[in-house]
């Protein structure tokens, strides 16, 4: 079978990687810039024999897909900022529980409803730390339309390799943005969720394997399970024990820390050897991109370092990046959350280029932060 071209839209993009991914359950409540996720999903979804629930707020939503992922669905929900403040203590029940799904955060202007329609990225911590408990995260970032359908299948295997809610975070200008987007002749095969193959009176849903995740038995079938919100020992039930909470806080860690290699995601641009390198994920890597090229073409030695998986943030490959960089920028739609981070793994002051008024960061904007700080090179 041939590639097939298409024009989508970022949220159809999101949506139609959902569906190839084998995703057939949606739980959500619509809120722009997300909703014609949701809109998509209700006629979609019946049209292949999956389940599509307008729900009452985004709290039951995220409460749907904890119950539709345990009995076997692939589940996944689409939301902005606000919405996904609302979500986030089901979401610590979704990681406490180990349940694997998808959420996507379409994000906007805030604090709270902010300016509802226009662009920003300022959800990056909350993408992080936003749900109570000391847990790890996954959070993917498209960067172009094309990166919504690729991002989105990859965050269903990644949710079901993890046994682990995995985040997408976009933004209003990916999210409505109209590109080409190349599909696979075949669509790849979905390895699908690992089944216990024990007898059932063996079966401990939180015991770990090798890699520290456990297989899902799905609601339902012959493996009976309990799961509770408090902390639970390998069986499932209660337990209060600080040895047993330790080891449970240390699992939900090291398993995405055995997966780092699956979850290092990122793009560079003339990145080698640069002497000035920005670092921007999403709708400001757009813009960034669009400024290095414009520089190196006037003779500056700039690259772009533009990271796909936003937590675990590529560390070592940013490093390496950044190894031969006299001056490092941060452009984003925020107030410095990226710079944080940057700052944090590079152990150096970095400049930002911050946008955060509703309006899109431009390639004008991120070549005037480069100017800003060109000093001569020897």
Same mark, same amino acid.
């Given at each position: 079978?041939?590639?097939?071209?298409? #024009?989508? *839209?970022?949220?159809?993009?999101?949506?139609?990687?959902?569906?190839?991914?084998?995703?057939?359950?949606?739980?959500?409540?619509?809120?722009?810039?997300?909703?014609?996720?949701?809109?998509? @999903?209700?006629? $979609?979804?019946?049209?292949?024999?999956?389940?599509?629930?307008?729900?009452?707020?985004?709290?039951?939503?995220?409460?749907?897909?904890?119950?539709?992922?345990?009995?076997?669905?692939?589940?996944?929900?689409?939301?902005?900022?606000?919405?996904?403040?609302?979500?986030?203590?089901?979401?610590?029940?979704?990681?406490?529980?180990?349940?694997?799904?998808?959420?996507?955060?379409? *994000?906007?202007?805030?604090?709270?409803?902010?300016?509802?329609?226009?662009?920003?990225?300022?959800?990056?911590? *909350?993408?992080?730390?936003?749900?109570?408990?000391?847990?790890?995260?996954?959070?993917?970032?498209?960067?172009?339309? *094309?990166?919504?359908?690729?991002?989105?299948?990859?965050?269903?295997?990644?949710?079901?390799?993890?046994?682990?809610?995995?985040?997408?975070?976009?933004?209003?200008?990916?999210?409505?943005?109209?590109?080409?987007?190349?599909?696979?002749?075949?669509?790849?095969?979905?390895?699908?969720?690992?089944?216990?193959?024990?007898?059932?009176?063996?079966?401990?849903?939180?015991?770990?394997?090798?890699?520290?995740?456990?297989?899902? @038995?799905? #609601?339902?079938?012959?493996?009976?399970?309990?799961?509770?919100?408090?902390?639970?020992?390998?069986?499932?039930?209660?337990?209060?024990?600080?040895?047993?909470?330790?080891?449970?806080?240390?699992?939900?860690?090291?398993?995405?820390? $055995?997966?780092?290699?699956?979850?290092?995601?990122?793009?560079?641009?003339?990145?080698?050897?640069? $002497?000035?390198?920005?670092?921007?994920?999403?709708?400001?890597?757009?813009?960034?991109?669009?400024?290095?090229?414009?520089?190196?073409?006037?003779?500056?030695?700039?690259?772009?370092?533009?990271?796909?998986?936003?937590?675990?943030?590529?560390?070592?490959?940013?490093?390496?990046?950044?190894?031969?960089?006299?001056?490092?920028?941060?452009?984003?739609?925020?107030?410095?959350?990226?710079?944080?981070?940057?700052?944090?793994?590079?152990?150096?002051?970095?400049?930002?280029?911050?946008?955060?008024?509703?309006?899109?960061?431009?390639?004008?904007?991120?070549?005037?932060?480069?100017?800003?700080?060109?000093?001569?090179?020897?």
């Amino acid at each position: 079978m041939a590639e097939r071209v298409e #024009f989508w *839209q970022g949220n159809e993009a999101i949506l139609e990687g959902a569906l190839a991914a084998g995703a057939r359950f949606y739980a959500g409540y619509p809120i722009t810039p997300s909703s014609e996720i949701a809109e998509l @999903a209700s006629w $979609r979804l019946p049209a292949v024999g999956g389940v599509y629930l307008q729900m009452e707020d985004e709290i039951a939503s995220m409460a749907a897909l904890v119950g539709a992922s345990l009995a076997g669905a692939r589940a996944f929900t689409a939301t902005s900022g606000p919405g996904f403040s609302l979500m986030q203590e089901n979401l610590g029940l979704a990681i406490a529980l180990e349940v694997p799904c998808v959420v996507v955060d379409i *994000q906007r202007s805030g604090p709270s409803t902010g300016l509802a329609t226009r662009p920003a990225q300022a959800d990056l911590m *909350q993408a992080r730390w936003g749900t109570h408990g000391d847990h790890p995260a996954v959070v993917l970032a498209p960067a172009t339309v *094309q990166d919504c359908y690729d991002l989105t299948m990859r965050a269903f295997e990644l949710a079901d390799m993890l046994r682990q809610p995995v985040i997408l975070l976009g933004d209003e200008v990916i999210a409505h943005a109209r590109e080409r987007v190349v599909l696979p002749g075949s669509p790849p095969a979905c390895a699908g969720r690992p089944e216990p193959a024990c007898p059932p009176e063996q079966y401990r849903p939180y015991a770990g394997g090798p890699d520290g995740v456990a297989p899902l @038995a799905r #609601f339902g079938s012959r493996y009976v399970f309990h799961v509770s919100s408090s902390m639970h020992d390998e069986t499932g039930f209660p337990n209060a024990q600080p040895e047993n909470a330790a080891r449970v806080i240390a699992r939900l860690h090291e398993k995405i820390a $055995r997966h780092a290699a699956d979850l290092e995601l990122y793009r560079t641009y003339h990145a080698e050897g640069a $002497r000035y390198l920005v670092v921007a994920y999403g709708a400001a890597a757009r813009a960034a991109r669009a400024a290095v090229e414009e520089a190196r073409a006037a003779g500056l030695p700039a690259g772009l370092f533009v990271p796909l998986v936003l937590w675990p943030f590529p560390a070592r490959a940013l490093a390496r990046a950044a190894a031969d960089a006299r001056e490092v920028l941060v452009a984003e739609m925020s107030y410095g959350q990226l710079a944080l981070e940057v700052e944090r793994i590079l152990h150096r002051d970095v400049a930002g280029i911050n946008r955060y008024d509703g309006e899109m960061l431009t390639p004008e904007e991120v070549l005037a932060g480069l100017e800003r700080v060109l000093t001569p090179c020897p």
